[in-house]
């Protein structure tokens, strides 16, 4: 399989690639509130978005703050919760992720 072609088939997710190859990585915590969110792309991680169907979206460092601002902060779930609740009612739970060579990585998984 051409790996730049690969698509998020179920969530959570078990392994985690970019548009060359899949990466050694490892989910080292999930449920992620606000606060830690925000710390850990203060020290550098930025986001990958996980949305079945879709492939991964890996969101340039650059514009992580913006996007955490004006995309995500509103939809963050830390707990189940009604799709109503959210604006566009989609949310997203995010885990952080340690990738070998790289800074950790902020996982969005994408409910709708």
Known sequence: ??????LVTKLPLE????????????RISTGLNASAVMETIKEGATFVVADVGLR???IDPAERFEFWKTEV???????????EDFPGEYCYFASKWLVADRLPLIVLERHH
């Open 1 to 6: 399989m051409d790996i730049a072609k690969k």
């Open 15 to 26: 392994e985690l690639w970019d548009e060359n190859h899949i990466l050694d990585a490892k």
């Open 56 to 58: 991964p979206r890996w």
């Open 73 to 83: 902060k509103s939809r963050l779930a830390e707990k189940p919760a009604s799709l």
